[in-house]
């Protein structure tokens, strides 16, 4: 999927007092590509990612997906948006409770307009023994596995992941990101992933680097580092 963003701005208000939180974002990313945001806490990226999924709406700008100008969607178009092509992963992996590691991925599958099979999806993030658990029996990062699992099954054209590895230790979050690398080349996911850590900027394609709401420099990386080789 090709994102194209241009002049995006956005406020929030508090109380009488508008702080502009994006402040003319340019950008750029062309599909099937690696794309990782970098920059300071309270920069704007969290915005930045959800006004792109459609969580969010901006108050200026241009954001075209794949040439649709989603601003411009309403509504309910924004929801189908959001529901057929988008995929995300957060921070705290947000898997409902009582359900199994299977449900949780049918409940996602089942509203998608071309879901992959499940149990193959399940086999990609080598959680297929743990299918009938619930989310309280598995480590923070089988439970990061199975929300990467229940955000690819829908087979979006984008996966925003909002600082997938924020939780987990370092061998934890260099398989989490060999994963998304694999999500990557196989099913060819367009991916745009948040992180604090300038070490995982390597495996991108891109690297937007954002301060206090603008992109400050964008970097090109020519050749990109496999995820079993990135250290920090
Ligand atoms: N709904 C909201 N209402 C008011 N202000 C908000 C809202 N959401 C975000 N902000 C403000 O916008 C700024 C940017 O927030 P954002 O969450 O995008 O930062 P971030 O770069 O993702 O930071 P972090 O690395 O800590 O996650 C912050 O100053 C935040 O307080
Ligand atoms: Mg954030």
């Known amino acids: ?14 109380g009488e007092v508008k702080t502009e939180v994006l402040k003319g974002i340019e950008m750029q ?15 704007g990226k969290s915005t930045l990612m959800n006004i792109l999924g459609g ?5 200026s700008g241009k954001v075209l997906v794949d040439g649709v100008e989603i601003n411009k969607l309403n509504e309910n178009q924004l929801t189908d948006f959001r ?21 949780n991925i049918e409940v996602v599958s089942n509203i998608s307009k071309s879901p992959f099979n499940i149990d193959e999806v399940l086999k990609a993030v080598e959680m297929q023994d743990k299918k009938h658990r619930f989310p309280r029996e598995l480590s923070g990062g089988e439970q990061q596995r199975v929300s990467i699992a229940r955000a690819i099954v ?23 990101l060999k994963l998304l ?30 301060r206090s ?8 990386n020519q050749v990109t580092v496999p995820a079993e080789r990135i250290e920090w």
């Open 1 to 14: 999927m090709f994102i194209y963003i241009s002049g995006l701005k956005k406020s929030y208000m508090s």
């Open 29 to 43: 990313l062309e599909k099937g590509e690696v794309g990782v945001i970098l920059g300071p806490s309270g920069s």
């Open 55 to 59: 969580i969010d709406r901006c108050d």
């Open 83 to 103: 529901r057929e092509d988008i995929g995300f992963i957060f921070q705290f992996y947000n898997l409902v409770p009582n359900l199994t590691v299977g449900e």
């Open 154 to 176: 829908k087979n979006p054209k984008l996966l925003l992941c909002d600082e997938p590895t924020g939780a987990l230790d370092f061998q934890t979050s260099r398989s989490i």
């Open 181 to 210: 690398q694999k999500v990557n080349k196989e099913f060819g996911t367009t991916i745009l992933m948040i992180t604090h850590n300038a070490a995982i900027a390597a495996m991108a394609n891109r690297v937007f680097k954002v």
């Open 213 to 220: 709401g603008e992109i400050v420099e964008t970097v090109v």
